[in-house]
T-cell receptor
Framework: GAVVSQHPSWVICKSGTSVKIECRSL??????MFWYRQFPKQSLMLMAT?????????EQGVEKDKFLINHASLTLSTLTVTSAHPEDSSFYIC???????????????FGPGTRLTVL | QKEVEQDPGPLSVPEGAIVSLNCTYS??????FMWYRQYSRKGPELLMY????GNKEDGRFTAQVDKSSKYISLFIRDSQPSDSATYLC????????FGAGTTVTVRA
């Protein structure tokens, strides 16, 4: 249980184009999804917190107009990188908030990540 | 100062050795402490989590939290080649702050 999928797993695009990444919780409903970015040999950096039916909350330094997040349902959140540039090339990972079996803490279940390369 | 600092790697150990991984953190309000394992080009998977201070054991893995010194550790006993991965500490009650990760290689 608690499987999170991401699509696509990798994408290569030209500079200036937009790329949409989907994050789905397959067997549970997630009221909250998180989007992270990870550069090589660096840690996961939280970009934004997405709650179903409301606007995403972005971390300081993350451009909300460049990284559009839509959380239309309890099982799907999308991240659109608009007008992508080579510096946006990174590994993008989503996580979905799910209730742990002990019921005392919401655990984040991570997707497999999407590798974006902008040429 | 970063919220979470993780001992830099990489670590290379022979099979059967004990692996010791450490992190320090700055926000004393945190109550949940987690260790994730990440394979190359994959998303992290939760290994263990600890609430507040103390130790927690799960098979060959032991997690320790010392809130007085803001220090957390993960020990892997009888390490196996399959334990080779990057280990990330994470701290937070809702939003998580991650350490930079330590890449561990267990040599057969």
């Amino acid at each position: 249980g608690a499987v999170v999928s991401q699509h696509p797993s990798w994408v290569i695009c030209k500079s200036g184009t937009s790329v949409k990444i989907e994050c789905r919780s397959l067997d549970f409903q997630a009221t909250t999804m998180f989007w992270y970015r990870q550069f090589p040999k660096q840690s996961l950096m939280l970009m934004a917190t997405s709650n179903e039916g409301s606007k995403a909350t972005y971390e300081q330094g993350v451009e909300k107009d460049k990284f559009l997040i839509n959380h239309a349902s309890l099982t799907l959140s999308t991240l659109t990188v608009t007008s992508a540039h080579p510096e946006d090339s990174s590994f993008y990972i989503c996580s979905a908030d799910g209730l742990r079996s002990e019921g005392i803490h919401n655990e984040q279940f991570f997707g497999p990540g999407t590798r974006l390369t902008v040429l | 100062q970063k919220e979470v600092e993780q001992d830099p790697g990489p670590l290379s150990v022979p099979e059967g050795a004990i692996v010791s991984l450490n992190c320090t953190y700055s926000n004393s309000a945190f109550q949940y402490f987690m260790w994730y394992r990440q394979y190359s080009r994959k998303g992290p998977e939760l290994l263990m989590y600890t609430y507040s201070s103390g130790n927690k054991e799960d098979g060959r893995f032991t997690a320790q939290v010392d809130k007085s010194s803001k220090y957390i550790s993960l020990f892997i006993r009888d390490s196996q080649p399959s334990d080779s991965a990057t280990y990330l500490c994470a701290i937070g009650d809702y939003k998580l702050s991650f350490g930079a990760g330590t890449t561990v290689t267990v040599r057969a």
